[in-house]
């Protein structure tokens, strides 16, 4: 039964009765082929039929040339080379962390002396004046003395309530923000949720942003500038569905669905018909045999029933000819020297992969998108540009500080958290902090039944009690033991 | 995703597995557990390619210092704890 099932299978995509005929003999399945390696398919069948078979079941070139990976002992081999070659590329780093140049590492060096340390970017300006000015060693120390001390002055102290400083800096500023601002992304096709509705839903780690978008740069160097080529890319991605550039007709008589593609808008989407074709024969859910005639196609299902045709209907309506899943809409806009596609909906996955997009600069807005496909530092650094885009566009000046704590907060437990009830606040340790929050009686209740113990160590339980809270000078006790004292004045 | 190294996106910051025997010295100078340490899950991209570079498996509970870049202080470094999931 199986057997028959992959001939039937095979010759609805175009293969040849004879050759569905000798795979299904050597007992292959249609998974199994996309997977097959060449030189095995070449057991069964001639060089032409096999390649037109991988053609017609829609398996890529690419996996061809590298097939020879059957169980042989050549396989672990070939991992191993691969990881070689990785971390040579990559663990070398090159790019993310800078080098220090000879100036900052004499500043570096005096720092070392000292046994102290100072944050990159002043040893980074410090150096810059050092250049101009040249100074002698021992005036440098002095410098650097100077700035030690300033440098320990600004420090926050330890036990600052740091929690409550953010939330006002980014609070008093969120006063100010318009309640619903739409920008344009260069033309006035995309818009995008900004304002203070964008700043919630960053804080709210929604799984999709209202108005999702990406920002794709072009790989090639040579042909960033050109702006037919970033219209071809751009035309390349935007996601095209049948329906978009045919019309679908329904034959009851002849039992069919009639496709007529729009002439006009294939040649301008530089689709053609074959590629029609091609996209109906790989959809694994349309069973039906598919034939081109003149200029149309028309589609029959292996059994000539009304509720097939209807399904069939259905799914050619959402059959994807062209494009990545997802992405709506791209527009192309000139940013510096290069173009840039924009693109209305996301999709950061099949984008990476994309042949012509540059991988390591695209980025979207869908922040978890971003820690599925880039991890939990990515997301935690694209909260933190999303939100100081948002405050930034409207004019609010907040320390960037500020908002890292948010970001450190909501990715601190391994994936996305929202601020709130679901997240953070909701999943507090402490049961009379959690009741201080929201919906006051479940939590006492649910405390109550199970016996949970509070230890007081947070700020809002110490409140309810009424104890000094624990920041500040609040959160270090002293103690004073006589015996102690004498014994260290004896000594 | 099987070619893709997600650690060459720029939004990625350096990730490093700690050797296990400065494991000790890193906690004892935060003076913290690494219970209290932000975590990292074992299926976390970066993990993942880090295992495929390091190539062996990476059990939960090691650290994973990450440099980070950015405008505030030049260059900052993070430390997390792999946990499971």
Known sequence: MARKDTVNALIRRGVSAKVSEAIANAGFKIGDLKKAPFELLLRYLSEPDAQDLLDKIGAKKKHMDMKPKTKTKAAPKEKDEKKLKVRRTDLVIPKKVKDLNPQEKKIAEILGKKKVSLPRSIIEELAQYQDHLNLKIKDLEKVIDMVLEQYELHKIDPNESIGIVSAQSIGEPGTQMTMRTFHYAGVAEISTTLGLPRLIEIVDARRIPSTPMMTVYLKSKEKRADSDYARMVASSIEETILPDIAGVRTDLDGMKLVIEPDMKKLDSKDISIDSIIFALKKDRRLKAVVEREGNTITIKPEVPQFRKLHQMYEIIRECRVKGIEGIKKAVIRKQGDEYVVFTEGSNLAKMLENDYVDSTRTKTNSIMEISQVLGIEAARKSIVDEAEHTLSEQGLAVDKRHIMLVADMMSNDGDVKAIGRHGISGRKSSVLARAAFEITSTHLLKAGIIGEVDSLDGVAENIIVGQPVTVGTGAVNLIYSPELMKKKKRD | ?85
């Open chain 2, 1 to 85: 995703m099987a070619d893709y190294n997600v650690l060459e996106h720029d939004h990625v910051p350096e990730h490093h597995l700690v050797e296990k025997k400065d494991e000790g010295r890193i906690l004892k100078q935060y003076s913290v557990g690494k219970d209290q340490l932000p975590k990292i899950r074992k299926s976390d991209p970066c993990i993942k390619i880090l295992e495929e570079i390091l190539g062996a498996d990476i059990e939960e509970g090691r650290l994973v210092r990450i440099v980070r870049t950015h405008s505030v202080s030049g260059v900052s470094v993070a430390y997390r704890v792999i946990v499971r999931g």
